[in-house]
């Protein structure tokens, strides 16, 4: 640890938050169908969309057809996705020559990139060909993202009405938030990032003489056209194996910055677009803070368990045994554990060092995150839309406590609320604990461990955990690509993505119908300190009591093991 | 949901246009343009053309002559077309093992002084184009005497091989082992 890494780790962390402000106020606008200065470009192409479509975006749809309207776009990508995976072979701009992907691989990436997760079971430049990584992957890293917004707005409007019925238009604000936000900023991002040396050709390879005289053939790709938008749509799934690691996918420092940033900086966004919409600033500031305190606490104890002396190099009597297995020598510690915390709590899932290789403590402290739920910030709408679900059930304890209906944002919050907003809180706990406990017991799923002990326990708790929770990151000591991993992971995708989704829109067509309430005297203030306390405790109870077990037997078990080996600390 | 059959379909095919084919086709336009060496990979050339690498991606190095890399596990070691960290978890015994058998390595080709930690470890990606100043200084006896140079001349090339982090803290110092070889060769060529 160094004062040159804490700064290192407070500039990216509270960049990306007050970036996300002003993006916020436009992506409401956004939402809202105000005017904004890209009109006059993308108003014709709007149109195109909704007439071929069929559709009226002025038609207000109730929760029902909202969710029908995301569960049929989402099913159509889906099977577009799989078609180009196992056709990958015989279809053009392929020139590797790979061939098409087995059907529980193709399965398990379409459901990746439909819900936003982006685990890969594969090496994207031993795998997938230069069509299917642009018109296939990159596709669905765009619309996920603006699917997972379509959540947040639609959850606004039901804040804002007054006794209404419909959510919103799907349609409307799924072409909206891709053609006013995703594009132009993808764009312009990977027009940057390529100056500073992402690559973006449509060579597959360049072969090299080294200086020794042997061969060395680099894997090229349009890198960074996908790579703008697997940051800005929080998605994560790297070009190449090794992700932002990979020097072509965040070759400096200062790409590592820009990236980094880019991770949460929609995330952000998402909560001040939601706070502008709902007319409520002050108490989306109170959820922001909340967010951002627990998240810069859990990666300045990343920073921490990483600068611990590393157990196999002082085994080796390394006199400064830096834990730099896994990590390049461009970002060090600092800069490596800043990703980590905001890899892991936005539902990103890039990583620029290898998480199966931290400390067990910072690995933990990775899986925690994660297992809040994704809302630090989280994705883009899909973070904001279950935050507001923990600040629900946080009035909903405090108004037991005191006997009273619990209010949030002018709108009671009564059993159908709370019965929905459980089914989307529990939904985690059952696909990780559930998944992990029965692979736990299975030599089938057992074969696709590389460690073993704890940490074995940890590759295969990371893997349901960063699914379920739409991540994406690993533990990559774990090989994925094998029908148990592959089949149940996309399983934990499908149920930690739609089932929370939906049961949120639930809770917004059952509080669009509501009236809209004054606060009175009896209303619990919810953008204090007080509240912020209450809501922290709630989403460290929420999210980390449940799988405090779990850890327990993996990174907790693993770093008493390490202490009691004399190393470490 | 049968009536959002039809957007379904309709705005997926013409997502997968705009987004998949325009989008990134318009980048690479913009990029070949603006700024065609990054773009194509940032490749090293010789003065006749020879491709001698990237700038951004590490190669493997074994000749005393050279600085060497870090230990990989991308493909056999620096396959740029397989990258890959270890994945070894840190109490891993394997790792143990591999380390152990670095320091030794290191010792027999230069000597006993302070290894650091990036000698004996793999990169994230295996292919991290860097090593630690303080693993070039290690490195630099053996290079001068493989040279026949006195090691202030190395190590002066070494310095003006070595990157400072952005603004004084954002990433690490670091010497870039391929422009730090080639720099080698130009001025100090092995006798």
Known sequence: ?569 | MLSQIRPALVMTALFTLLLGVAYPLAVTGVAQLAFPWQADGSLIQDRDGTVRGSALVGQPFAEARYLHPRPSAAGDGYDASASSGSNLGPMNEDLKTRVAEGVAAVRAEDGPGVIPADAVTTSASGLDPDISPAYARLQAARVAQARGVAVEQVQRILDRNTEEPLLGFIGQPRVNVLMANRDLDAHLPAR
């Open chain 1, 1 to 569: 640890m160094n004062i040159q890494g804490w700064g290192e780790i407070a500039l990216t962390l509270g960049l990306a938050c007050l970036l996300g402000r002003p993006i916020g106020v436009y992506m409401s606008r956004v939402w809202n169908g105000e005017r904004t200065w890209l009109d006059p470009v993308m108003k014709p192409v709007e149109g195109v969309f909704y007439k071929l479509g069929g559709v009226d975006p002025a038609r207000s749809q109730g929760w029902l057809g909202y969710a029908g309207a995301l569960l049929a776009f989402n099913l159509a990508g889906f099977l577009f996705l799989y078609a180009m995976l196992r056709l990958q072979g015989v279809l053009p701009l392929n020139p590797q020559g790979f061939d098409g992907v087995s059907p529980h691989l193709a399965f398990n990436t379409a459901v990746s990139f439909v819900t936003n997760t982006n685990w890969q079971s594969y090496g994207g430049e031993t795998t997938m060909s230069s069509l299917t990584q642009m018109a296939g992957l990159t596709v669905q890293n765009f619309v996920s993202a603006a699917t997972g917004a379509t959540i947040a707005a639609a959850l606004a409007r039901a804040f804002i009405a007054n006794r209404g019925s419909g959510v919103g238009n799907f349609w409307a604000d799924l072409v909206r938030t891709t053609l006013w936000l995703l594009l132009p900023l993808s764009f312009v991002l990977a027009i940057v990032l390529v100056g500073l040396g992402v690559t973006q050709t449509l060579a597959a390879n360049a072969t090299a003489t080294t200086l020794e005289g042997g061969q060395q053939t680099l894997s090229l790709f349009q890198t960074a056209s996908q790579l703008a938008i697997k940051q800005l749509g929080i998605n994560g799934g790297g070009v190449f194996n090794a992700n932002s690691a990979h020097p072509f996918e965040n070759p400096t420092p200062l790409t590592n910055l820009i990236t980094a940033v880019s991770i949460n900086v929609m995330g952000w966004a998402a909560f001040f677009a939601f706070g502008r919409s709902v007319l409520a600033k002050k108490e989306a500031r109170a959820l922001a803070t909340a967010a951002f305190l627990i998240l810069f606490a859990c990666t300045a104890g990343i920073y921490v368990a990483e600068s611990q002396p590393a157990p196999a190099l002082v085994a080796a009597g390394i006199e400064q045994p830096v834990n730099m297995e896994g990590k390049e020598t461009r970002f060090g510690l600092a800069a490596s554990s800043a990703w980590a915390g905001q890899t892991t709590g936005a539902s990103n899932g890039s990583v620029n060092a290898m998480h199966g290789s931290l400390m067990p403590l910072s690995g933990g402290l990775t899986m925690f995150l994660m297992a809040l739920g994704e809302i630090l910030p989280g994705g883009i709408g899909s973070g904001i839309a279950i935050m507001v679900v923990m600040a629900m059930l946080s009035v909903f304890v405090a108004g037991l406590m005191v006997g009273r209906t619990p209010e949030y944002l002018g709108k009671k919050i009564e059993a159908r609320e709370i019965q929905f907003a459980m089914i989307a809180v529990l939904v985690l706990p059952l696909a990780i604990l559930g998944f992990t406990a029965i692979a736990a017991v299975l030599p089938t799923a057992m074969e696709g461990l590389l460690n073993h002990g704890p940490h074995g326990l940890s590759e295969m708790l990371y893997a349901y955990i960063s699914a379920s929770a739409n991540n994406g990151s690993a533990f990559a000591g774990l090989t994925a690509n094998a029908p148990w991993w592959n089949t149940t992971l996309g399983i934990s995708m499908l149920a930690g993505r739609f089932v929370p989704a939906v049961a949120v829109l639930a809770i917004a067509g059952t509080l669009v119908a509501k009236p809209r309430l004054a606060p009175s005297t009896g209303t619990l203030p919810t953008h204090g300190p007080l509240f912020i306390g209450l809501l922290i405790g709630v989403i460290l109870i929420l999210g980390g009591l449940q799988f405090f077990p779990a850890l327990s037997l993996g990174p907790i078990v693993e770093h008493f093991q390490m202490l009691a080996a004399g190393a470490g600390v």
